[in-house]
């Protein structure tokens, strides 16, 4: 009977649990798989740390939060007890057959490179983010829009009632997925992504077009969004740019510059980590689980070097290169849609 191992790596994702059942229970019964799971990412990797994965450990854990076995941004090369050798010795050791690796683009970057090293590494996508570029969607950002859009309803009717404007810090470093889709669902005024630079004038625009319609404006920005005029918008306050970090998240940083320029209550509210907390939706379970089948099915083929991926309805296989090093952007013209709709 062939053993794996599996590991979860990089932020937690609702449908990580679905992933390793969906993996558990396809390799026990159609191919006579076995799994183990490594604790905390690659740590458990280098230090031979593991879960026995029986069809029972795996038992009813689809609808949970998290992983069941941990995760850690600790990198397979980054300590001077890691490495190839290290990882080799653990695997012949533990009669481990090959790797699979949950996790987002730095997860795949370092089973890629273990791979060349000679490890024998196989890929699953997973981020809220939803900006790999490999895949048409990940699992966990169907939740995290969710999450987002139920907020964005909740701070339009406090916002209605004090006739406030309110802003919504959502996460996205690199690109505004999470943003895009709530900021839609739930009808912002306005949808601010790291892709697309807006200027505070125009920003400010539209939250005085709602507030004379005599309606609350509602401002749904990603974390990774700057303003093109940040720099003078500081200094127009007497601060600089050594000033800024003290000042929080860009939310944080919109809310007193629309207030001071609008005259209109501003307030900001910082998601955070409550996006990636939780139950996962029906579709990333779903996703999860189908990701787990289709690399037990890449495990039986002995088909290293391989991440799973969604293209339109379709499980596919590709290579790990494909997926490293690019961010999946929200496209121009579906931001100037949205836009169209904007104050
Ligand atoms: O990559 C997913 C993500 O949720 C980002 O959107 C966010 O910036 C980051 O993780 C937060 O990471 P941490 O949990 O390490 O603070």
Redesign the pocket.
């Known amino acids: 009977m062939a053993r794996y191992g599996i590991l979860t790596s990089?932020?937690d994702c609702p449908g990580l649990n679905a992933v390793i059942r969906g993996a558990v229970l396809q390799g026990n019964m159609v191919h006579d798989q076995e799994f183990v799971g490594f604790r905390d990412g690659y740590k458990g990797l280098v230090y031979g740390d593991i879960k026995l994965l029986t069809r029972s450990a795996v038992r009813g854990i689809s609808s949970r939060g998290g992983t069941i076995l941990g995760t850690s941004?600790f990198g397979p090369y980054s300590e001077p007890d890691g490495g190839p050798d290290a990882i080799k010795n653990v695997l012949e050791e533990l009669e481990v057959d090959g790797v699979v690796a949950i996790g987002?683009d730095g997860t795949m970057a370092a089973a890629n490179r273990l791979l060349g090293d000679g490890i024998p590494m196989v890929g699953v996508p997973k981020?809220?983010?939803n900006d790999l570029e490999a895949t048409d969607y990940t699992f966990g950002f169907s939740t995290a829009v969710e999450i987002a859009t139920e907020s964005a309803d909740r701070l339009r009717t406090t916002g209605d009632s004090h006739m406030r404007c309110m802003v919504l810090e959502l996460?996205?470093?690199h690109a505004g997925w999470i943003a895009m889709y709530a900021g839609i669902a739930s009808g912002a005024h306005a949808i601010l992504i790291p892709e697309a630079p807006e200027s505070l004038d125009q920003i400010c625009q539209w939250v005085e077009s709602v507030k004379d319609r005599r309606r609350a404006p509602l401002i749904v920005v990603a974390?990774g969004f700057t303003l093109p005029d940040m720099t003078d918008a500081f200094s127009d306050r007497g601060l600089d740019e050594f000033n800024r970090p003290r000042l929080g998240g860009i939310g944080e940083i919109l809310a007193p510059l629309i207030e001071e320029r609008t005259g209109i209550t501003t307030r900001a509210t910082v998601l955070g980590?409550i996006q990636?907390g939780g139950v996962p939706t029906g579709f990333d379970r779903v996703l999860g689980t189908r990701f787990g089948q289709a690399i037990s099915d890449v495990l039986a083929d002995g088909d290293w070097g391989k991440m799973v991926a969604l293209r339109g309805t379709a499980i596919e296989r590709v290579p790990f290169a494909d997926a490293v090093g690019h961010t999946k952007n929200v496209p121009l013209d579906f931001y100037r849609g949205a836009r169209a709709l904007f104050g």
Do not use: A
């Open positions: 990089g932020g941004r987002g981020t809220i983010d996460m996205g470093r974390e980590h990636r």
